[in-house]
C-alpha cells in the first residue's frame, strides 16, 4: 500500500527566508508525486506535479519540489516565502492500480506559517 | 466561477440521523472523489466514481455510502451518523485520461458536525 509522510506538522519561517517542506513516500511501483496547498476556508489547489524525466519540477508562485528516488522523497522548495503563503501544504502519491483506477494518497499535511 | 461546488457547506447533525452531503461539477471530468479531512490524518478517500451509476470503495469506506446518478453529481450519505463523522468533507472531479494522474479539482468543503 502507498504512504506519504509530512514529517513536519507545522512550519512557521519570516517572510523572505527560504523554505523546505518535507515529504517521504511509500509506494511499490514508479511513483506519481504531488503538492497540493489549501488556502483558508478553500479546497485544495495542486501546486505541483511530478511524473518522470527532470527530477527538480516548478510549480505556480515559485514553488519546486525535487523528486529523490534514493532517499523517497519529494521535499518542497521555494526560495523567499511571501505572507501569502501561509497555508496548509500537502504532499500526495498516486496510485494507478490498473483499468480505470486513479487514487490519490495525501499526507497529513503541513501547516506553514510566514510571519512579517 | 466554481466548477466544483458543495452543499451545504457546513451542516449539524444528531447522532443516528441521516446526513446526505452533495456535489455537483461543471468540468465534464468522469472521475469524482470524496475525501474527508481530520486534523492530524490529513485527507482520507472515501468513496470514488469514474462512471455514472457506479461507486467504489476507498480507503475508509464503513459508515458511508455514495450515489452517482449523473456524471455531473456525487453525493455522500450517512444512514446513521455518529460522533466519529464530525470532520470536513470534500469533494473533487478528475479526468486523469485528459490532464493527467493526480489533477484534481476540489470544492470548498462541507463542514459536518454531529452531536
Known amino acids: 500500500a502507498q504512504s506519504v509522510t509530512q514529517p513536519d506538522a507545522r512550519v512557521t519561517v519570516s517572510e523572505g527566508a527560504s523554505l523546505q517542506l518535507r515529504c517521504k513516500y511509500s509506494?511499490?511501483?514508479?511513483?506519481?508525486l504531488f503538492w497540493y496547498v489549501q488556502y483558508p476556508r478553500q479546497g485544495l489547489q495542486l501546486l505541483l506535479k511530478?511524473?518522470?524525466?527532470?527530477?527538480v519540477v516548478q510549480g505556480v508562485n515559485g514553488f519546486e519540489a525535487e523528486f529523490i528516488k534514493s532517499n523517497s522523497s519529494f521535499h518542497l522548495r521555494k526560495a523567499s516565502v511571501h505572507w501569502s503563503d501561509s497555508a496548509v501544504y500537502f504532499c500526495?502519491?498516486?496510485?494507478?492500480?490498473?483499468?480505470?483506477?486513479?487514487?490519490?494518497?495525501f499526507g497529513k499535511g503541513t501547516l506553514l506559517t510566514v510571519t512579517p | 466561477e466554481a466548477a466544483v461546488t458543495q452543499s451545504p457547506r457546513s451542516k449539524v447533525a444528531v447522532t443516528g440521523g441521516k446526513v446526505t452531503l452533495s456535489c455537483h461539477q461543471t468540468?465534464?471530468?468522469?472521475?469524482m472523489y470524496w475525501y474527508r479531512q481530520d486534523t492530524g490524518h490529513g485527507l482520507r478517500l472515501i468513496h470514488y466514481?469514474?462512471?455514472?451509476?457506479?461507486?467504489e470503495k476507498g480507503d475508509i469506506p464503513d459508515g458511508y455510502k455514495a450515489s452517482r446518478p449523473s456524471q455531473e453529481n456525487f453525493s455522500l450519505i450517512l444512514e446513521l451518523a455518529s460522533l466519529s463523522q464530525t470532520a470536513v468533507y470534500f469533494c473533487?472531479?478528475?479526468?486523469?485520461?485528459?490532464?493527467?494522474?493526480?489533477?484534481?479539482?476540489f470544492g470548498e468543503g462541507s463542514k459536518l458536525t454531529v452531536l
Open positions: 473533487a472531479s478528475s479526468d486523469p485520461h485528459r490532464e493527467g494522474t493526480g489533477q484534481l479539482y
Open positions: 509506494y511499490s511501483g514508479t511513483p506519481y
Open positions: 511530478y511524473y518522470s524525466g527532470d527530477p
Open positions: 500526495a502519491v498516486s496510485q494507478n492500480s490498473g483499468g480505470s483506477n486513479y487514487k490519490l494518497t
Open positions: 468540468n465534464n471530468h468522469d472521475y
Open positions: 466514481s469514474y462512471v455514472a451509476d457506479s461507486t
